[in-house]
């Protein structure tokens, strides 16, 4: 079966493993995922959220129901150090539109940007009801990219798929035994390690690629989400394998926002499952959590 590419959330997909019917109706659940929850795209229904008055009942889809739970759950874990209410900071910063080169930011008012994280800004009512206790908006970002990837993944197995890839610009989930590279921050196009994953996921987080300036100023759009600013840890790249590509994602970024060490010990408490490739700006390289997630690592010299 051949691999099938498409463009998608920003990023290049490629599917393995996977007859043209499958192939097909994975693409139209990305497309379809990405109509209705991309903040880049006008009048959809994460638009529909975000422009909702304070303190009023607000009905929920249900296909946003578990996205909302999950992305929940994992903020949670990480300290609200990355939590999905970061839409007007990604605003503030010039992140205003899906990414491409040579991007030229528009800077715009963070008038809801939250600074000072010291509660969830949202109550929920019900499974299907929230209000909004402040002004923010809604980003599910890396969140919503490993949810519908490990949404992908259960369809398949449920399919009883035994060997599929779907790979969303390196964050990716496997079925069964793949090799699978992480690209180097600073070699752009060239795998750093390669390296066998099996029945698992591998995310990438870095400040490498969307990147921009304004004023001799730098930007990158991973904030800190507990003081709203952006991070600078000396982490330039972090790749993380875990169960779910949802939690790679969340771990990498946590690789990102706090010092390695303070990284290391809340993700040994609360993801424990995981192993990691770090790449710092000083061009040291760290690996290490459970090896047994991985085999046959190759590191190009």
């Known amino acids: 079966m051949k691999t099938k590419e ?8 490629k599917l393995g493993g996977m007859n043209k019917q499958v192939q097909l109706e994975v693409e139209q659940m990305i497309h379809e995922f990405e109509q209705n929850t991309s903040r880049f795209i006008p009048n959809n229904y994460l638009s529909y959220l975000n422009n909702r008055a304070l303190n009023v009942p607000i009905h929920l889809d249900e296909s946003f129901v578990d996205l909302l739970d999950q992305s929940l759950t994992l903020a949670r874990k990480a300290d ?9 900071n990604m605003r503030e910063i010039g992140y205003t539109s899906s990414f491409y080169e040579n991007y030229k930011p528009i800077f ?3 008038r809801f940007a939250i600074k000072e994280f010291s509660e969830e800004p949202i109550e929920r009512l019900s499974d299907m009801w929230l209000i909004k206790k402040r002004d923010f908006s809604f980003d599910f970002g890396g969140f919503g990219k490993g949810y519908i990837i490990d949404q992908i993944k259960k369809l398949l197995l449920k399919k009883e798929s035994s060997h599929a890839l779907i790979n969303a610009g390196g964050d990716l989930t496997v079925i069964g035994a793949y090799e699978v590279g992480i690209e ?19 995310a990438t987080s870095g400040k490498n690629q969307r990147k921009w300036g304004k004023d001799q100023a730098a930007y990158h759009h991973i904030l800190n989400g507990r003081t709203g600013e952006l991070s600078h840890n000396g982490v330039l790249q972090a790749s993380v394998i875990a169960n779910t590509v949802m939690e790679a994602e969340t771990a990498s ?7 390695f060490e303070d990284a290391k010990a809340l993700l040994s408490m609360r993801f424990p499952k995981i192993a990691y490739f770090i790449y ?3 061009n040291q390289i760290a690996i ?8 046959r690592l190759e590191v190009a010299q």
């Open 6 to 13: 498409f463009r998608a959330m920003n990023c290049t997909i």
């Open 80 to 88: 609200y150090y990355v939590h999905p209410f970061m839409g007007d």
């Open 108 to 110: 715009e008012e963070g």
């Open 184 to 202: 180097h921050p600073i070699l752009m196009g060239k795998d750093m390690m390669k390296l066998v994953i099996k029945d698992c996921a591998l």
């Open 253 to 259: 970024k946590l690789f990102c926002i706090l010092p």
């Open 280 to 282: 710092f700006q000083n």
């Open 288 to 295: 290490g959590g459970d090896t047994t997630l991985y085999k």
